[in-house]
């Protein structure tokens, strides 16, 4: 069964301190890996797109990699801004009975960055 | 107004009320879904349009009824709701033919009483 389970479930780090988020999947063939960062009470902003295992995206403090079971979204020095919930989906190169090719998405990981 | 709108951003209603959320996308895409997001579930998709056309209904109750007059809008009608719909209603769109990044717009927060 398709899967995607992300850790920790919450983080909470101090202005500075760099640490990573974890996000494994179990599909049948990965067609994409995909980031977003959510704040409370809106919706999720897309960060990265990750195809192949060895793929690396960076924006500002943030760094996702990707392995053929697992990514890590890598946070450097972050700061208080930072803080939201990060999602990771995956979407599977199989289509389903419309013909789409469905997003399956983890739990997210809540990250709270004190000054 | 850029990327994907939606409005309202928030609504309390009554389980006999009848409203509707609209969602609205500037980005040219093809394909537009709509999602449930509640505490401690992942999001949910329930309808995907694709050039107007649902390709998908993943079991949603009829009590939530989609409507896409074209590429740029999507509606969801809603009536005889329950408590437990309560949730963050999310409208994504992408291009349909390269079905992968979806933006995402602000989310209608439904209260039901």
């Known amino acids: 069964e398709d899967q995607v389970t992300q850790s920790p479930e919450a983080l909470r780090l101090q202005e500075g301190e760099s640490s990573s988020l974890n996000c494994s999947y179990t599909v049948s063939g990965l067609r994409g890996l995909f980031w977003y960062r959510q704040d409370p009470g809106k919706g999720p902003e897309f960060l990265f797109t990750l195809y192949s295992a060895g793929e690396e995206k960076e924006k500002e403090r943030l760094k996702a990699t990707l392995t053929k079971k697992e990514s890590f979204l890598h946070i450097t020095a972050p700061k208080p801004e930072d803080s939201a919930t990060y999602l990771c989906?995956?979407?599977?190169?199989?289509?389903?009975?419309?013909?789409?090719?469905?997003?399956?998405w983890g739990l997210g990981t809540s990250l709270a960055v004190n000054p | 107004e850029t990327g994907v709108t939606q409005t309202p951003r928030h609504l309390v209603m009554g389980m006999t009320n009848k409203k509707s959320l609209k969602c609205e996308q500037h980005?040219?895409?093809?394909?537009m879904y709509w999602y449930k997001q509640s505490a401690k579930k992942p999001l949910e998709l329930m309808f995907v349009y694709n050039f107007k056309e649902q390709t998908e209904n993943n079991s949603v109750p009829s009590r939530f009824s989609p409507e896409c007059p074209n590429s740029s809008h999507l509606f969801l009608h809603l009536h005889t709701l329950q408590p437990e719909d309560s949730a963050l209603y999310l409208c994504?769109?992408?291009?349909?033919?390269?079905?992968?990044?979806?933006?995402f717009g602000p989310g209608t927060r439904l209260t039901v009483l």
């Open positions: 980005l040219g895409h093809n394909a």
């Open positions: 989906a995956v979407q599977d190169s199989g289509l389903d009975a419309g013909n789409n090719r469905k997003l399956i």
């Open positions: 994504a769109s992408s291009q349909a033919r390269q079905p992968d990044t979806q933006y």
